[in-house]
């Protein structure tokens, strides 16, 4: 147990974690060998709840172990507006989305893992996301968990124009090489004319003499 204390980083984490066995029939059962590493374990979670969304998360949830103790507490737990999916369904007490499982960033730690939350979104998306924590952080500057998060994720951002921007450089030299078909038609053509004319000229000249 201490060791999954110790692992557990996010809500999907401590889940894995400390319930691996129900997580593991869990992702038996949406057609899925589980791995027997918890790490590996709550990876393929991870990955599932990107592409289920709310429904498998829902079901996930359902195996938190500390499922009653939350459920007692129900009436006295809050909620607000998630900055990922925009659902007023961010428990601020237990800290993730009950509707898209977006956890926000907890310390020094687990960036690996809140950033990881971020891989199935795409450029225009996190833009979105980026200018709402930073409107949050404005409005809260003594926060310095909310600055770190604000400074990850434009980091990410970063990265990625910095790899678009690669990409965009080494396009137009696979393109150079490529001729279209219209291209080709018209190199044909041309071929095709001057063998005539040499034809033609070959003719007369042996006319000629």
């Known amino acids: 147990m201490k060791q999954a204390h110790q692992l557990a980083q996010n809500k999907i984490d401590y889940i894995v974690f400390h319930n691996p066995k129900k997580v ?10 589980p791995p027997k ?11 599932l709840s990107r592409k289920k969304g709310k429904k498998f998360i829902e079901e996930l949830v359902q195996l938190h172990p500390d499922k ?14 998630c900055g990922a999916c925009k659902n007023d369904a961010y428990n601020d007490d237990g ?24 891989e199935s979104y795409s450029d225009g998306a996190l833009e979105k996301y980026y200018r709402g924590i930073v409107r949050k952080s404005n409005t809260d500057p003594e926060n310095t968990t909310l600055a770190q998060e604000v400074q990850m994720v434009w980091n990410e951002i970063r990265q990625r124009k910095e790899k678009n921007n690669k990409t965009e450089k080494t396009e137009p030299k696979s393109k150079q090489q ?29 006319n000629g003499k």
């Open 37 to 47: 590493d918890p790490l590996g374990l709550a990876s393929a979670i991870k990955e």
């Open 68 to 81: 009653g103790t939350i459920l007692s507490l129900n009436k006295f737990q809050t909620t607000s507006s």
């Open 95 to 118: 800290d993730y989305c009950s509707n898209c499982g977006h956890s926000n960033y907890m310390g020094s730690g687990d960036e690996d893992s809140f950033l990881s939350q971020f």
């Open 24 to 33: 593991s029939e869990l992702l038996y059962n949406q057609g899925f060998d």
């Open 178 to 206: 490529l001729i279209s078909r219209d291209e080709l038609i018209l190199l044909g053509i041309v071929f095709f004319a001057g063998t005539l004319v040499g034809h033609g000229l070959k003719f007369n000249f042996n």
